[in-house]
């Protein structure tokens, strides 16, 4: 392109920085690969031959698209658009991430987004998931697993409920009293405490009145005293502030391995993330700070607060 523009290699050195002796090499060595003759030599300058003009044409075309799709790129980078697929769990996703991704659709109009609240950890390319983030002990296998928090499950009651059936002081107790949970394997649920001050580890066995996946179900059942809850602390941390609910057991913690200890920030591995896919990550992982919608929360855990 640079000779038929510049009609000599002299002057198509000059343009591109380079001999003319090395823009020489290079014509004759594409003559020779495509065994074809592209310029010819007038008295005043190189004209392309037929099969010359084709192929100056085309290159003319493919750098065209070349500079549309570099621009196209760019423009993405400081405009961001595309799909993205979002699996949060029920309760976080609701109370707290929900509104937060809510609010970055706000600011990027050109991204469209799926959500789904569900809580139980996804084969993210069969269910064709972007970004997952999932509580659990450990992330699942074959993933790239980025830690966001710890959780903390807080044994929780409403006045209601100690009105009419007391309040356990201890964890042998619970048996005696209705619990909701999460949903447990054959009906039977076995809880573990750990003693504030001596340590000690308690276990008890027993079935639930109530299980239900949901978590905001879950906690509007132990707000009207269907029973005992042993919920997420981000979950019910306004109603732990304001009274509506009370942590039960004091001097006791729940083992936080029942139910997950840690929340996850799940991606597919990808050498080359979309833009909005990393802009997206990076915006959850700032709602996660200290400072972040969901870190404010986080904050109060295991005695930051309440």
Request: aromatic content about 6%; proline content about 6%; some cysteine.
């Amino acid at each position: 392109m640079a000779i038929v523009e510049s009609g000599s290699m002299s002057s198509a050195a000059l343009r591109m920085n380079t001999s003319r002796s090395n823009i020489s090499r290079r014509l004759k060595k594409l003559e020779s690969d495509l065994r074809v003759q592209l310029l010819r030599r007038t008295t005043r300058q190189l004209e392309p031959t037929q099969i010359g003009w084709a192929m100056y044409e085309h290159a003319v075309k493919v750098t065209q698209e070349l500079s549309a799709l570099q621009a196209t790129v760019q423009d993405m980078g400081r405009n961001l658009r595309g799909h993205v697929r979002v699996s949060v769990p029920i309760g976080l996703g609701q109370l707290t991430l929900g509104p937060a991704l809510l609010e970055f659709c706000k600011l990027n109009p050109g991204v469209t987004m799926q959500i789904t609240f569900n809580n139980r950890i996804f084969d993210l390319l069969d269910e064709e998931v972007d970004i997952s983030i999932r509580v659990a002990n450990t992330p699942p296998e074959n993933y790239v697993a980025r830690e966001l928090s710890g959780i903390e499950w807080v044994p929780c009651i409403s006045p209601s409920y100690i009105d009419q059936h007391g309040n356990p002081k201890v964890p042998a107790e619970l048996p005696d009293h209705y619990l909701v949970t999460p949903p447990v394997r054959h009906n039977r649920l076995i809880l573990s405490f750990f003693s504030q001050n001596k340590n000690q580890r308690h276990v008890v066995e027993l079935i639930p009145k109530l299980q239900c996946a949901d978590m905001n179900f879950l906690k509007q059942s132990v707000i009207l005293g269907n029973g005992i809850g042993v919920l997420p602390y981000y979950l019910i941390s306004e109603e732990l502030k304001s009274g509506v609910l009370l942590r039960a057991l004091k001097g006791f913690d729940s083992d936080p391995k029942m139910w997950g200890d840690k929340m996850f920030l799940i991606t597919a591995p990808s050498l080359y993330p979309s833009q909005t896919v990393r802009t997206l990550l990076d915006f959850i992982k700032e709602s996660f700070s200290e400072e972040g919608v969901v870190g404010k929360v986080m904050k109060g855990q295991f005695g930051g607060s309440v």
